[in-house]
DNA sequence: TTTAATGGCGCG
DNA sequence: AAAGCGCGCCATTAAA
């Protein structure tokens, strides 16, 4: 149903769940990958990363390989513990804290559709966030043209694809393919998006201008992206270029957003020498902390101010936290 | 035995 | 020919 790139059959995901419509191995087959994935990746190897003198796992941040400015975590890679699927989250389950200690996650919501509305400066985009809107309800509620509280659950799953996907600059292709639906619904879906939020579309189209010009795009602190490929002779790579100088400036903005939270936090933590805190791990709009009982309640008050505080967008940044026994219970 | 390429899939 | 951005790592296979 599908080639890769040398040629051969594709069995990937996509391919094997079509095919589970008609046959039952294909099913098997899905399950079985999904398990040996875990298995193999995380079950196996990580206890094996344990490191004798901490009796701890210790990842390596890259930072500089990602070209948004990403950290990138490797060795083992603690970025892409799983979280998606129940079978997963057990292996999430097995980061716990010390004995007197707790997790504690705090991550920026929706960071790169709210980086999306600053710099599109769409005004439907800008209202739902200063609002504190369901950004994908409230999407919902423009593109089926309906009240904001009656929109249904499927009609939500709809948006938030649709939003995903606007990040990453996803074509009618694309769009009608993740939802299942003919390529002129999905069609009509996008028009509809952009006739709601025309500022989105400008956003999109000076974008990729703007590359085509100056060979690079720019977070919202000026960090320069550099898109080599977008004026080059391959049709398929310009492409991915375009797509890349429209998503290159919210991933960007939202790499330099955190790495401005790590280094406000960890400066909050030096000056309060008391705590005994431990800023732990990043995972691109997530930051996870080691916090002794009688800490939880300071950190809970001071990280959303901390994190929230690092730039003046036009639109508010806000931070939830969550707190448990292990990484999975902190979400 | 090590390295590289391939196809696939975990995360944000 | 590809149609969704950014990563790292797995098993498998082939080449060095």
Same mark, same amino acid.
């Given at each position: 149903m599908k080639k890769t790139p040398s040629g051969a059959h594709s069995t990937d995901e996509d391919v094997l769940q079509e095919l589970a419509l008609d046959y039952p191995l294909p099913k098997l087959l899905l399950e079985h990958r999904s398990l040996s994935k875990l298995k193999s990746t995380y079950t196996d190897k990580l206890p094996k990363m =344990?490191? $004798?003198? %901490?009796?701890r796992i210790h990842t390596s941040y890259n930072q500089a390989v990602a070209i948004t400015g990403r950290l990138a975590s490797s060795? $083992?890679?603690?970025?892409? =513990? $799983? =979280?998606?699927?129940l079978e997963g989250r057990k292996i999430r389950e097995a980061f716990i804290a010390n004995e007197g200690s707790s997790i504690l996650s705090a991550d920026y919501s929706q960071i790169e559709l709210r980086i999306m509305a600053h710099l599109s400066q769409d005004i439907r985009l800008l209202d739902a966030f200063k609002n504190n809107e369901d950004i994908h309800k409230s999407t919902a509620a423009e593109i089926f043209g309906c009240d904001l509280n009656s929109v249904s659950q499927e009609q939500r799953r709809y948006a938030k694809v649709i939003n995903f996907g606007l990040i990453y600059g996803m074509s009618v292709f694309g769009l009608s393919k993740s939802l299942g639906i003919e390529r002129s619904a999905a069609s009509n879906y996008i028009e509809t998006y952009f006739a709601r939020y025309p500022g989105v579309k400008k956003y999109m189209e000076d974008a990729k201008l703007f590359a085509k010009d100056k060979g690079y795009v720019e977070t919202f602190f000026g960090r320069r992206l550099w898109i $080599?490929?977008?004026?080059? %002779?391959n049709g398929i790579r310009r492409a991915a270029a375009e797509r890349a100088a429209i998503n290159a400036p919210m991933q960007g903005t939202a790499a330099d957003l955190i790495k401005l939270a790590m280094i406000a936090v960890d400066q909050w933590l030096s000056k309060n020498v008391h705590l005994k805190t431990k800023m732990i791990m990043q995972v691109h709009d997530e930051l996870v902390f080691e916090v002794p009982q009688n800490e939880i309640e300071i950190l809970q008050k001071e990280l959303p101010r901390l994190m929230e505080g690092v730039a003046k967008l036009d639109i508010p940044l806000i931070v939830d936290i969550g707190v448990g026994l292990n990484w999975d219970a902190a979400h």
């Amino acid at each position: 149903m599908k080639k890769t790139p040398s040629g051969a059959h594709s069995t990937d995901e996509d391919v094997l769940q079509e095919l589970a419509l008609d046959y039952p191995l294909p099913k098997l087959l899905l399950e079985h990958r999904s398990l040996s994935k875990l298995k193999s990746t995380y079950t196996d190897k990580l206890p094996k990363m =344990i490191n $004798p003198n %901490s009796g701890r796992i210790h990842t390596s941040y890259n930072q500089a390989v990602a070209i948004t400015g990403r950290l990138a975590s490797s060795d $083992p890679n603690l970025q892409n =513990i $799983p =979280i998606r699927t129940l079978e997963g989250r057990k292996i999430r389950e097995a980061f716990i804290a010390n004995e007197g200690s707790s997790i504690l996650s705090a991550d920026y919501s929706q960071i790169e559709l709210r980086i999306m509305a600053h710099l599109s400066q769409d005004i439907r985009l800008l209202d739902a966030f200063k609002n504190n809107e369901d950004i994908h309800k409230s999407t919902a509620a423009e593109i089926f043209g309906c009240d904001l509280n009656s929109v249904s659950q499927e009609q939500r799953r709809y948006a938030k694809v649709i939003n995903f996907g606007l990040i990453y600059g996803m074509s009618v292709f694309g769009l009608s393919k993740s939802l299942g639906i003919e390529r002129s619904a999905a069609s009509n879906y996008i028009e509809t998006y952009f006739a709601r939020y025309p500022g989105v579309k400008k956003y999109m189209e000076d974008a990729k201008l703007f590359a085509k010009d100056k060979g690079y795009v720019e977070t919202f602190f000026g960090r320069r992206l550099w898109i $080599p490929e977008i004026n080059g %002779s391959n049709g398929i790579r310009r492409a991915a270029a375009e797509r890349a100088a429209i998503n290159a400036p919210m991933q960007g903005t939202a790499a330099d957003l955190i790495k401005l939270a790590m280094i406000a936090v960890d400066q909050w933590l030096s000056k309060n020498v008391h705590l005994k805190t431990k800023m732990i791990m990043q995972v691109h709009d997530e930051l996870v902390f080691e916090v002794p009982q009688n800490e939880i309640e300071i950190l809970q008050k001071e990280l959303p101010r901390l994190m929230e505080g690092v730039a003046k967008l036009d639109i508010p940044l806000i931070v939830d936290i969550g707190v448990g026994l292990n990484w999975d219970a902190a979400h």
